[in-house]
């Protein structure tokens, strides 16, 4: 809830986007990180975090396939 919060309020934070994907995907929703991790990675490009956490959640969103 706060990370989705702080989205709100800094939505052009990569670092927060990036945390808030973490925190979806930590909760099992793969789906729901996905986008925020493109987001994340729309904002800053270099962000290596969110980009392996990007790849991370499609890959377990393949193995549920």
Do not use: I, Y
């Not at 309020?9 to 979806?24: I, S, Y």
């Not at 987001?39 to 790849?55: E, I």
């Amino acid at each position: 809830v706060h990370f989705r919060r702080a989205a709100e309020l800094e939505p052009k934070n990569a670092d927060v986007l990036t945390n808030l994907g973490a925190a979806l995907a930590s909760a099992g929703d793969l789906a729901g990180a996905l986008p925020v991790f493109e987001r994340a990675l729309k904002v800053d490009p270099s962000n290596a975090v969110a980009r392996d956490n990007l790849a991370r959640a499609r890959r377990g969103l393949e193995g549920k396939q």
